[in-house]
């Protein structure tokens, strides 16, 4: 070949070099700015707010090099201080409705909301939520947590204290002068106690607690089959002057929730204290109102609960066949529902709700919320991981 000819050759393998090198640079810099938009609809997504220059690089960094859930663990990360919208925002808007009976987001904070943050913080197993001997506080905080009253908390939010920093565990047994079997977490903070121990019969809070964490009310698991032995006397049996009411529609609550509901025999919330009451061996008198309505009804010796559904259509829950479903006062029975699979599958749909502001809604969403449940299982109930594997998913929405 000639010098003449090579000349031209030699120019269109130069322009096709120079073409090549500009198309990699320019996919290398438009992965790079998709890397950095991901990033930071993850970190919007979990903790509220845009990231900081330097951690928006660093989780960006994190999708580039295919882990974008380290990217989400990062920004969540309690060690970095731009994770605090995560602990005083999200999670405290994530626990808050579950404290009360309104289900309100805008109630006070209190020990309920700041025990779910720190074990979420801290990633003790939330399957204990129900059943520990803990309790978190502020450390530094005046006035000191009290048992009789909601002021430490309350401090603590209107100081705008870091959650993130600012909370430490301590038994809760200590803290609410009540033996530490007789604890069960959340069931017996506080703020559970003042709205679903008070007044009424303690199956408000039953019925919450299912709600809450199991994510059925007792309409979901109607079961006329199981037998009505265990119904307390204060159930007519046959209200309006109807039998069929109560064969047909209240025996299918009352037959599964009164047999556990007995665990809750022993406690009260004193209004005119501001505290729980816990008189261990001695059955509340609320558990013996209105015997009149239905004197061969069942009068509660006890705490011993038993879970009759177990068996029939409720079965479907899922309860751990590593439980008995049988024991005596709340820690066990915060056992057997945290032990459920419907408890795991509670906490990851609400947790999708929180991070991907919507319900899971087809056929892949139901997929992926199958995926972080035996995640979450996997990885000793950590409730953080959870978070981070929802905001992956959803990067793209």
Sequence with gaps: ?????????????????????CLLTVLATTALADARDQAKRIHDRLVGTPPSPAMLDQMAADISGGSALNAALRAIDPMNPTSSGFYSVTLKNFATPWTNRDQTVFAPLNDYTATVIGMVRDDVPFNTVLSADLVYVGSGITP??????????????????????????????????????ATAGVIT??????????AGTNRAMFRFTLINHLCHD??????????????????SRSPGGDSRLFLNNCIGCH????????????????????????????????????????????????????????????????????LPGTGNGAKSLGEEFAGSDAFAECQVEKVFRNVCFRDPSDGADHTEVGRIVGV??????????????????????
Aim: glycine share 6%.
């Design 144 to 181: 000191a947590a009290s048992p009789a009253n909601n002021d430490h908390f309350e401090a603590m939010e209107n100081q705008n204290a870091d959650l993130r920093t600012v909370l430490v565990a301590q038994s809760q047994s200590a803290l609410m002068g009540i033996p530490s079997a």
């Design 189 to 198: 903070s506080r703020a559970a106690s003042q709205a679903f121990f008070i």
């Design 1 to 21: 070949m000639n010098t003449a000819t090579q000349r031209p050759a030699r120019r269109a393998a130069a322009i096709s070099a120079a073409l090549s090198g």
């Design 376 to 397: 979450f299982k996997a990885n000793n109930y950590s409730l953080k991981r959870v978070f981070a594997e929802a905001a992956v998913y959803c990067k793209g929405d």
């Design 218 to 235: 007792l309409e979901q698991i109607h079961d006329t089959s199981r037998p009505p032995d265990r119904i307390r006397q204060d159930v």
């Design 255 to 322: 037959s599964g929730m009164d047999p556990m509901a007995q665990a809750f025999a022993y406690y009260n919330f004193d209004d005119t204290v501001g505290r729980l009451v816990y008189t261990g061996g001695q059955v509340q008198p609320k558990y013996h109102i209105n015997s009149d309505n239905f004197k061969p009804g069942y009068v509660t010796p006890d705490d011993h609960w038993d879970n009759r559904w177990r068996q029939g259509p409720n079965a479907l829950l899922g309860w751990s066949g590593s």
